[in-house]
């Protein structure tokens, strides 16, 4: 294993290769553009429920025919794409997409220019009016995402699914929503399993195993264990061969996109929320003032880094942002009409415990933001966490760490960019956490 890694090394880490790009036709025949093919970007994000990915291929004429692809390939969308991709540490990327978007960039009476945006399968299964949620659930909202992804009435996906159970249950029914947007209302709603949990899930779908889609918390994601660790110094790391000791690589580009803005965190209710509660069955009136670590109802996130930013305390901010519910009492109990007439005055949901901590969880998420570029790597997948390391600026003769900055970052979004001519492979990452502080 020690000499498989020595051996990996010694390639550059920056070197990518484009194996096979196909486009099969929805009717007859298939085109292998692999050589006409430069570029390709694909594309994670815990914000999006299916992976992406764009090319763009030039064509002078192709095949026996010698003639445009798009000529006797007509590509009018859906069509099916196998696409396999290698980065410099000989780890391989083989997907199966569908063409959503054709731009044609150029056509004049040389060459064409095309570009494909292709998505999953998934994506056009959420869009098929016979897809619709109007049933009813009943149960853990975690079970609620694993029949919208594997019920054969709604996505019908059989990729690998990696979902955390939530501890809290929640009757419902569709509401005529698309299945994502089903799962997007009520993934706030979700608890981890965890009694000290905060309210607050993502479903999103990353490349891993050729496609796994995956249900977390965001408490969950912030006390990962980092996946990678990297270091941002003016030192060259000559295509992997000069990583500094005790890191799995070096940030070829670093970019802090942490702007401030005050005003902005207090009108979305980023530390302190309430929310109003009225039951029509008592007319009782209830105002929750959950703050992060004191008031009424205490939350305490699982944080990333060290502390939460402290605000002046002659800034009175008792609180920022308001939120009005009606107590969902009595809505559609479980049982036969008898058990049904006995649970209704049982609460159903209970935004007490999750309207306001998932709404300032998910502000709270983007706190620290950063842009960064590293060596292809297509182990790193949205939602894993990394740990960074930048150095202090100051004059003495040896710099330290930067401890303020540096520390653990969850993934948001990635891009893997592969080039054939130059052969290249990077990785671009756009990252988070919601804590100030390297913990150690």
């Known amino acids: 294993m020690a000499k498989e890694k020595q051996q990996l090394t010694q390639k550059s880490v920056e070197e990518g290769d484009i194996k096979n790009v196909i486009i099969n036709s929805n009717k007859d025949g298939s085109a292998d553009v692999t050589g006409v093919v430069n570029s390709i970007s694909v594309f994670e994000s815990i914000l999006d429920p299916t992976v992406r ?15 445009p692809i798009t000529d006797y390939l007509p590509i009018v969308g859906t069509e099916n794409v196998n696409i396999k991709l290698e980065d410099g540490l000989a780890q391989k990327l083989d997907l199966t997409l569908y063409v959503n978007e054709v731009l044609p ?8 220019v095309t570009t494909l945006k292709l998505v999953s399968k998934e994506f056009f299964a959420n869009e098929n009016g016979k897809t619709r949620v109007v049933s009813r659930f009943d149960g853990k909202i975690s079970d609620h995402i694993n029949k919208i992804l594997t019920d054969p009435t709604y996505i019908n996906t059989d990729k690998k699914l990696d979902i955390e159970t939530t501890q809290n249950r929640y009757n419902c029914w569709g509401r005529n929503f698309k299945p994502f947007a089903f799962t997007t209302w009520i993934q706030s709603k979700g608890v981890p399993n965890d009694a000290q949990g905060s ?12 496609g796994t889609y995956k249900f977390k918390s965001v408490d969950a994601l912030m006390e990962q264990e980092a996946k990678k660790k990297y270091i ?13 000791p005790g890191y799995d690589g070096q940030l070829l580009e670093y970019d802090s996109d942490s702007n401030i803005n005050v005003k902005r965190k207090l009108e979305i209710g980023t530390y302190k929320t309430r929310t109003i509660l009225f039951n029509p069955f008592n007319c009782k009136y209830e105002i929750i003032k959950p703050t992060v670590g004191e008031g009424k109802k205490k939350m305490d996130p699982k944080l990333a880094a060290k502390e939460l930013p402290k605000f002046n305390d002659e800034i009175d901010t008792e609180y920022t942002r308001t939120l009005y519910m009606l107590v969902d009492t009595g809505t559609l109990p479980t049982g036969d009409t008898q058990q049904q ?42 939602g894993d966490a990394i740990f960074i390391d930048t150095p202090e600026i100051s004059d003495k003769p040896t710099q330290e760490i930067n401890k303020q900055i540096g520390g653990l970052y969850i993934i948001v979004d990635l891009c893997h960019f592969v080039t054939s001519s130059p ?13 100030y502080g390297r913990k150690q």
């Open 423 to 435: 052969p290249g492979c990077r990785t671009r990452l756009n990252i988070v956490r919601d804590s």
């Open 199 to 210: 309210a607050g899930f993502f479903l999103w779908e990353t490349t891993e195993d050729k």
């Open 341 to 382: 007439i006995e649970k209704s005055r049982e609460q159903n949901d209970k935004p007490q415990d999750t309207l306001s901590q998932s709404k300032m969880r998910y502000n709270q998420m983007f706190t620290v933001k950063k842009s960064i570029t590293v060596s292809g790597d297509f182990s790193l997948h949205a």
């Open 105 to 112: 960039k150029l056509d004049d009476t040389q060459k064409n």
């Open 232 to 244: 941002f110094n003016n030192i060259a790391d000559e295509g992997g061969k000069n990583i500094s």
């Open 53 to 67: 990915v764009t090319f763009s291929f030039v064509d002078t004429g192709h095949g026996e025919k010698k003639l």
